[in-house]
């Protein structure tokens, strides 16, 4: 019989977190869970992105638009690779459905942050763009 797991419990809450919900409910079978969630400071949830494009004027960061697992996409992210704005640059997987992200700055990728198959949380730095 299958049954609430906290890792699945830990995961709804930060999609619920990510995407602005006030509450989470879940059931499976005669288990269930529910939470009601308080609304985070907008400036929160970005400044880990904002900071590190702060410090390195000359460059911009690719950013995981939500919490999942990072794959790459079918034209993977490498060093020394162009990406203009709007390319799809990654896929973050989150509850089984692969979400395209795509670039919002466009130059040549100088570092990469993340290895596939890697947990991203929102926000976080995928790979680092000069220019």
Do not use: C, W
């Amino acid at each position: 019989m299958a049954h609430l797991e906290s890792e699945l419990v830990r995961h709804a809450l930060s999609v619920a977190r990510q995407h602005g919900f006030a509450e989470v409910e879940l059931a499976i079978g005669d288990e269930s869970f529910s939470a009601r969630l308080e609304p985070l400071p907008k400036k929160s949830r970005a400044s880990k992105a904002a900071e590190a494009a702060a410090a390195e004027p000359e460059f911009q960061v690719v950013t995981a638009s939500l919490v999942g697992y990072y794959r790459e996409s079918k034209t993977p992210l490498k060093v020394g690779a162009a990406i203009k704005k709007g390319d799809v640059v990654a896929i973050i997987s989150a509850l089984g459905i692969a979400n395209d992200v795509e670039s919002k700055v466009t130059g040549e990728v100088v570092e990469l942050l993340v290895e596939p198959n890697q947990p991203v949380e929102y926000g976080q730095a995928l790979a680092k763009v000069k220019i």
